[in-house]
Structure formats: C-alpha cells, structure tokens
C-alpha cells in the first residue's frame, strides 16, 4: 500500500507545533571553537560557542529582520546570477547565500561534491582538486575510518578553496545496475551506505563546514528524473532508502539534507510533506534544513509549507519561488511567519552545529598539501579494488616477466571517470576530455580522464620488462601484439554520468571482441574494469584473472598497478551485485529511455519529457535480496572479493535476547598480509524474507595470525517496519545468521531466538 491519507494529518499536524512555532527539536553535537575575533558575546550572545546549536540559533533568529530571514532562504547559482540583487562577492561555483555582516552571519559558498572540489568543466580557469576514487568505490573498501579520512581530506580542500558547504553524502541505494549516477553513491545495502555515508559526512564536517546528505529519497535512476514518478509501499521503503538516510543521518549529523528531483508516491520530493515533514522532521528530529536540488522547486507556499527550507540554485528553477513569491505569502499570512522563522532557525541550527559561524573560512585560497591528499586517494582506491577472478593466481604478476602489453581504455595516459557535478578537474591535468553533443548530460559533463596512466605505473614496478601499449580499436591488433607476451592486459572501460542512464551494461564499443580475441591469442590474459558499476562479461570463462577498479581516481593508474604486482593484497569486496544477464534485474530495461532515445535531441530539454511511473516492485529487497527473492544466480554477489591470502572462520558463538550478538575467529591461513572483510547476514527461521547485511567488519591480519570478531547486528534490519504501530517491530523468535565471505556464500551457520522489541520510527 502506498502512502496512505493518514500521513497527510500527521504532516499537518507536524505544520501545526513543531514545524511552525518552537525551537528546532535537537541539536547536533559540535566539539566547540574558539569564536571569531569580531564576534562579542555580550552584543551578540549566539557568539558563546558553549552554548548548544539550538540556543544559539533562536537568539540569533530573534535579532533578524524579515530581510534577513529571506536572504537565508535563497542562494544564488554564480553562473547564471545576473540580478543586480545578487551577491557582488560570488565565485564561480555550486551556489552561494549571500553573508549577513550585521549579524556575522558569513556567506554560505557551496561545491559538489562527494568526490572532491569539483569544477566540472573549469568554471573556475586553473582550480584543480585531490580527485578520490568513486562512491561506489569507496563503499567496496568496507572500511568506515577510510571513509572519514577521505571525507575529511575533501572537506580540508573545500575550506582551503574559500567553501563552507559541500553538496556531498551521495547515498541512494542501487535498485538497477544500469542507474547512471550509480558510480557516486555506495551500492545497494542500507547497512553499508548508511555506515559510509555517515563516516564521509562525519570527516567533511570536522573541517567546520556544512556536507549535505542527498537525494532524498528515491533518486534511483536518472532517466526522466524531472517527471519520473517513484511508487513504493511505506514499510519498503522504510526498510530501504530511508533506512539507509537514517543511519546515515544518526552517524554523520550533516548540517543539510538535499531532496531529489523526482518524485515520490505522487509529490515531488522538495514539496513532499510525508518524506520532509512526516520523515525526517517529526520522526527523525532533524533540527538542520532542506534544501532543494537545483531546478527542483515547483511551487512556493506548498513547497514551505510542506518541508523545504531553501530554494538552491534558484537561477535553475522555472521561477524565483522563495524571493518576492515568499516574502508576498508570508506578508498576507498565506504562510505564516513561525514557518519562516522555522526555515531560518533550521538554516541557523546547520550552521552553528557544524562550526560554520564560529571558524568561518579565510577570505583568501590556503595552501594544500597535494601530494599528502594524494595519498589519501591512492589508499583508497588500493582498498576499492575488487578481485574478481583469479585462475592459477595469475596475479601477482611475477616481477620478471620479460614482456608486458597494455591494451585499451587510453590505459597510456590516464583513468576514466564519472561524469556529472562530481566530476573533479584533478591535479595533474585531464589527458583526455570528450565533450558531449547531445542529451540532458551535454550542458555540464565531459567524458574525462585523470592524469594517472597505468602504462607509466607497470614500467615502473617492472622496469626490466618491455611494456607496450595498444590503443585496442582493432581486435586483430590487439590479439597480434598479445601473443607472445608473458602477460596481457585488457583495460576495459564504462563511462556513466549524471542526468543519463546507459541503456545496457554492456561494455561499450567493440571491447568485448578485444577481450575475447586477446584471450584467444594470449592465454595469460587479464581485464583491468575500470567502469561506473557492474558489466556484462561474456568472455569471462576464457580470461582467468579480472580486476573491478571502478572510477579509481587521481592515483588510479598507480593503485591498479600495485595490485597486479602484489604491492598491495587486493581486499575490496562489491557494494553491489553482478548480475549474469540484464534479465535478472527488477528493470531489465530503462524506464523512459525510449522517449529520451525517440527524441531529436536525445532528451536535453529534460523537462519536455511526458511524466511517467516507475514502480519499485522489489520494495525492500533491494539488490542482492532481490537476487535471492527471485532466486537468480548472479556472476558476481555482493560482498564478493579475492585475496591474494586465504581466510578462515571458526569457533562461531550466538547470542540472543534483547539483541543479537555473534563472535567468531579469523584466521590468515595463508602467506601474505591482508585484510578481510567478514560478513553478518540475519534471516528469519521462517525464510519469511531474504537475509539481510546486519553487521561487518574489515579485518587486517598477519600471515598466522587469528582474532576474535564480534559483531552486534543493526536491530532496524533484523526488524520489519509496522506501518500500523507505526514504528519497528523486531518479532519474538528463531532467526537464522550466517557469517559469511559474501552474501551468496556463508561459512558459519547458526541461530539465537530473540525478545520481542519496538523500537520508534
């Protein structure tokens, strides 16, 4: 059933106390500051950074005027800002809201995104960043301290280049393998995203500056994102998406929440007041504010009324809703004031708990240490590699290999990236940029390329070989300069990016004629898979070793080669599954890609296209669940991943009651160092529904070397959502656990009966 009438009251009454009138319901902690040099705590008390974010947020929300809660509500997109009212101070970037002296209010600057500094196509001539692997690569590592590192090296370069809020926490769960925008978020479990995501925002704010949590919720697929229409039962989607935000939220306190584009259950999601009011603002008590995505506003009272704080980007939008509209509406009390004041407090709260106002950023660039961020990237893309197959251990490759034949995939000078806002301008330069010349991605995405070429790292590890490359357009070639080579290495590429969705998963061009030609001439083949997600591979059983190193980033080129060398001991593990064909899938197909392919212009003007329904049949069996629903055997689980070392599981232990518990020991059985990420999945006895991740850990160990795990199961997935409570409800009786290396292999079995728990929405 989907949302039903009764939310609609609950969200009016929402309207009706906290929502309207009363302070903001929490307050996210915030290690105190030293304030400001001009901030005098007697004329301006909310300068007391020992107070909480709350107070200081209704002091200072009682000294402004109604100009001044306004311009808190509206930021400015600089590129196509041309109003005089405007700030006069913008750079080129994200979005601006224009700073308050009187108050000390500084102006909030904000960038994309979850990757890096981003500057899509130079808006800002000579500005480059530190360019991390890709969300999805990120997530494969399981590795929640890489997690706040990288979020934490991001958010210093963002505060050193004059910005105070990053658009990042990318966190929509994966439902379709071929969703274009796949590659930024962090894969198909609610546990592992929610566990991500939270790190990452958790690291970018402890640089005193706001990161935004987005896109809530539902943002699935980017095809038709402007009139697509997300159905989903309330409890699913409990269970899922939202679970994922909660966790997410409950963990890295980011100081905004961005909703999407689409829309969900029939509102779109900036004005829906079930996800905005219901959701997060009554049942969550999320005290910071909801801005929209830019060129997501549809109205102005219903928009406010119904839980959206700050219009974003409003050059982007069809209309400036929230200046003169909203300014009209609260004057003739269509919208009362308390819910400016509502708007304004939350926009305060953000800013106050993150440290935005007590350590507001420097007025000119500081100095980045390049090289130390670089490393950060490098590590995390070493951790993100996936070994997927690995015949005869092909890999490590033999530091006296003779003669060694790059093929494919501009492996010669650089790595490939994702496209869209994320896309950072790295250091180093881009080797390769292929505009677009059409479709909704045309305006602000490039096909482009890192400056890490993996050619340059394999000479370098193996200087005493002969290394050579061949650009991989012909087949023939390929296999020809492959023959006599002690090894062959097919660099296989994907390009996705915001705002389209490919039509397939297949590797584009005539890559998989290369692969299988090179396999037939060179029986020591292996495919380096440097894409936005899952492929198809219908050479696989002819090629005995594959890497997944996703959008690797800057130091991409760099970490691949480590891998092939055993430098590093491959430990990644998929944050989402390889299905074996498209046919396994909820969507075989894209949802409105015949209108966009039907198009003269292939859908640039994204709003033209007609409104459709996108039903999300699998509810809250979400990728591999939805792989065990429907029984299907897919080529690579998730939670999959090879090591160059092998582990093993013993001695397991089960506890129930109030909630459950396994331990267990790890072993490294074999003669490397590496690291393993074992995993815990819970089920009712009943095989009522699909197991479910409720915990896991990553694990480094020495070669002999044995510890005791212990993992508490996330009690939101053992349970199921009752809408009718409404709240979680965790069921008295057996559940069956496994630990497991993925979710399609368990290792240790057992059971524990539980107590009967409710827990609050």
């Not at 829906?272 to 830019?294: C, E, H, I, R």
């Not at 509406?329 to 709260?349: K, Y």
């Amino acid at each position: 059933m989907l949302v039903s009438l009764r939310h609609v009251a609950r969200s009016m009454a929402l309207l009706a106390t906290t929502a309207l009138v009363g302070p903001v319901p929490g307050a996210f902690a915030q290690d105190p500051v030293a304030p400001a040099a001009s901030n005098d705590p007697v004329a301006r008390p909310w300068s007391d950074p020992k107070l909480p974010a709350a107070a200081r947020a209704e002091m200072l929300l009682s000294a402004m005027t109604l100009e001044e809660k306004l311009a808190l509500v509206y930021t400015w997109f600089p590129p196509m800002a041309k109003d005089p009212a405007a700030p006069t101070d913008m750079i080129p970037s994200a979005g601006q809201q224009p700073a308050i002296p009187r108050l000390g209010i500084p102006a909030l600057r904000e960038t994309d995104a979850s990757l890096g500094v981003a500057n899509q196509v130079e808006q800002r001539k000579g500005d480059t960043a530190t360019a991390l692997p890709s969300g999805l690569a990120l997530a494969a590592t399981f590795d929640p301290k890489l997690a706040y590192d990288s979020g934490a090296m991001i958010g210093s370069e963002a505060r050193a280049k004059r910005f105070n809020v990053m658009l990042a926490g990318g966190i929509n769960l994966t439902r379709d393998p071929w969703g274009g925008r796949n590659f930024e978020y962090l894969g198909e479990d609610p546990l592992l995203a929610g566990t991500m995501a939270g790190e990452s925002i958790k690291g970018i704010q402890s640089n005193h500056i706001v990161s935004t949590i987005k896109h809530f919720a539902l943002n699935a697929q980017e095809t038709g994102r402007f009139v697509s229409d997300g159905k989903i039962g309330e409890a699913a989607f409990r269970e899922s998406d939202l679970l994922a935000f909660e966790l997410a939220i409950e963990r890295g306190k980011p100081g905004s929440v961005m909703c999407a584009y689409m829309s969900v259950n029939g509102d779109f999601a900036c004005e829906n007041a079930f996800l905005l009011n219901t959701v997060l603002k009554q049942d969550w008590a999320y005290p910071g504010w909801v801005m929209s995505d830019w060129g997501a506003v549809h109205s102005t009272v219903r928009a406010a009324r119904n839980g959206l704080d700050q219009q974003s980007g409003g050059e982007l939008d069809t209309h400036f809703f929230f200046r003169a509209d909203l300014k009209k509406a609260v004057e003739s009390g269509e919208l009362p004031m308390a819910r400016l004041d509502d708007m304004a407090r939350r926009i305060l709260n953000g800013m106050f708990a993150t440290g935005v106002m007590d350590a507001p950023v420097v007025e000119a660039p500081q100095p980045i240490d390049n090289a130390k961020n670089a490393e950060v990237a490098q590590r995390a893309a070493e951790a993100a590699i996936v070994l997927l197959k690995n015949e005869k251990n092909l890999l490590p490759l033999a530091k006296s290999a003779k003669r060694i034949v790059l093929i494919g995939g501009h492996a010669d000078v650089g790595v490939l990236s994702g496209g869209g806002s994320s896309q950072v301008r790295s250091n180093g330069g881009a080797p390769v940029e292929i505009p677009l010349k059409n479709g909704p991605a045309a305006s602000f995405a490039r096909m482009t390329w890192h400056a890490s070429s993996p050619l340059a790292a394999i000479r370098a590890l193996a200087p005493k070989a002969r290394v050579d490359f061949v650009d991989g357009s012909d087949p023939d070639a390929a296999a020809a300069a492959a023959r006599n080579a002690d090894l062959a290495i097919v660099w296989a590429t994907q390009w996705t990016s915001e705002a389209e969705d490919p039509e397939n998963i297949d590797l584009q061009g005539n890559q998989n004629a290369v692969i299988a030609a090179v396999a037939a001439a060179n029986p020591k083949t292996a495919v380096v898979l440097n894409t936005g997600g899952p492929v198809l591979m219908p050479w696989l059983d002819k090629v005995p070793a594959v890497l997944a190193a996703w959008y690797p980033g800057q130091r991409g080129g760099e970490a691949v080669a480590r891998v092939l060398f055993g430098e590093v001991n491959p430990s990644g593990r998929l944050p989402i599954t390889f299905p074996a064909s498209l046919d396994q899938a909820p969507r075989p197909s894209v949802p409105g890609f015949e209108q966009i392919k039907a198009s003269p212009d292939r859908g640039t003007d994204a709003r033209a296209i007609k409104p459709f329904v996108i039903d999300y049949k699998e509810g809250s069996d979400v990728g591999y669940r939805w792989y065990a629903r429907q029984g299907h055997r897919p080529t690579f689980p998730f939670g999959y991943g090879l090591s160059y070392t092998r582990f093993a599981y013993a001695n397991l232990k089960v506890e129930g009651g109030a909630a459950l518990t396994v331990s267990f020991d790890v072993t490294n059985r074999g003669k490397r160092e590496g690291a393993d990420v074992p995993q815990l999945y819970v089920t009712p006895a009943t095989g009522s529904r699909p197991l479910r991740l409720a915990g896991f850990e990553r694990v480094t160990l020495k070669p002999g070397e044995t510890r005791r795990v212990t993992l508490i199961a996330e009690p939101r997935i053992v349970a199921d959502y009752d809408t009718a409570q409404p709240g979680w409800h965790l069921a008295a009786g057996t559940y069956r656990v496994a630990i497991a290396r993925d979710a399609g292999q368990p290792v240790l079995t057992g059971a524990a009966d539980l107590q009967e728990r409710r827990l609050a929405p």
